[in-house]
């Protein structure tokens, strides 16, 4: 398949990487010379220096003989006018990324396939977490049946040191299954032998009737947020805070922009807005961050919301979530007392992998410390799974295959579990077993 995306900034970058991985012909096209040349040296793709909104080098990436159209640079009137040439091109399917709501309406009327708001998509997610209790996902696959659940592993956790094998010994019900264990970075396909250390992002599939008891499991509380602080005022905190109000949570937003604030106050009349310096203890126990269920650090810098997060979790926030841009130290940073983390960049380009891989393969998610991925596929009539066990199909140990839906019914597989026609497999794979986990569909 063949790709032209627009944009060599933080998701563009990530797709483009990830399709090129995969062996799709990927074309990007970014104005900023100094961002192309670190595309071209960082992604094995073929990379154009120029407008991405100019006909012309739209022509020199191939967009006419394209499959699809990702547009994704930083700029909303660059994606919509790339859109309309794909339009006049005929390219098969397109995407978009938008936040200006009157543009979107424009680049809808041109029948771009998917408009996408990272902010909002992140915003959405914060949403999700706020709602869950002390976790740092929350995965819904199978209609919901299935979950994926992450969290870190407390050091004075009861399991820390000791094998999933013997752990499962231990417990009488385990409807639930650990798939992935997340280490400085690193990500471990989790088998038997696998121990828990502390500081470990893990990563749990549970049948939705079976998730409370994953919860006690990891020693975690369930229970929704009745309470939030946002550290910041941009755009990604103003859309959460408005969520977080209208799904009825108390939300405080702190920042320190005297301008900014008014305008959050006068538009968030369910916020309590306070222009203050939100990394300031004393002005996070003059808001009660002790008895604050959620903190979320969500200015526009890294280092800013690392602060912000940890001086709430020493002052006693129950759970704090911190915005990264730079994913790479999401991996270093994991156990530390960051309990969750955002990237818009992974909450857009989900949904763009979702949209991309539809088909038989119905929902696709990334992980921001972690190259893996989630897929739940369908396995069709010519799949080389049917009628073989999951040990019979002696997968690679980069992927594991942690839930399964057949019908109405959801359950979390055994290794005697038989594979049959229309079943929904979600599964974890790293990179190099994509391809391996796409075949399984037939």
Known sequence: MRIVIVGAGAVGSFLAEKFSYEGQDVVVIESDPVRAAE?????????????????????????????????????????????????????????????????KAEVEALGVDLVIDPDEAAARELLSLASSGDISEMIEFADGEIVLIGAYVSPTASFVGRTLADLRETV??????????????????ARGATTLEPGDHVLMMARKEATQNAYEWLGLSSKPAEKAIILGGTRLARLTAKLLADHGIHTTLIDSDMGRC??????????????????DPKILRAEGVEATDVVMALSGWDSENVVGALVAKALGAHEVIARFSNTDLVGLLSGIG?????????????????FVRRGVIHSVVTF???????????????????????????????????????????????????????????????????????????
């Not at 009488?172 to 396909?189: E, M, P």
């Not at 969750?340 to 949904?351: D, F, K, Q, Y």
């Not at 038989?418 to 391809?435: K, Q, S």
């Open 39 to 103: 595309a071209q040296s960082e992604i094995d793709c073929l990379v154009i220096n120029g407008n991405g909104a100019s006909a012309e080098t739209l022509k020199s990436a191939g967009l006419a003989d394209s499959d699809l159209l990702i547009a994704v640079s930083s700029s909303d009137a660059v994606n919509v006018l790339a859109c309309a040439a794909g339009t006049t091109l005929n390219i098969p399917r397109k995407v978009a990324r938008v936040e200006d709501p009157q543009l």
């Open 172 to 189: 009488v019900s385990w409807d639930w299954l650990v798939v992935a264990v997340v280490r400085h970075g690193k990500t471990i396909i």
């Open 262 to 279: 008014r305008v959050i106050a006068e538009k968030l009349r369910n916020v309590v807005t306070v222009c203050a310096e939100p990394k």
């Open 338 to 354: 960051i309990d969750a983390t955002v990237s818009s960049r992974l909450s857009a380009a989900n949904e763009i992998l979702r």
């Open 368 to 442: 921001t410390d972690s190259d893996a991925e989630a897929i739940e596929l369908e396995v069709g009539p010519k799949s080389p799974a049917i009628g073989k066990t999951l040990a019979d199909l002696r997968l690679p140990h980069s992927l594991i295959i942690g839930g399964v839906q057949r019908g109405s019914k959801a359950f979390v597989p055994r290794g005697n579990t038989t594979i049959e026609v229309g079943d929904h497999l979600i599964m974890i794979a790293l990179p190099e077993a994509i391809a391996t986990a796409e075949k399984l569909s037939g």
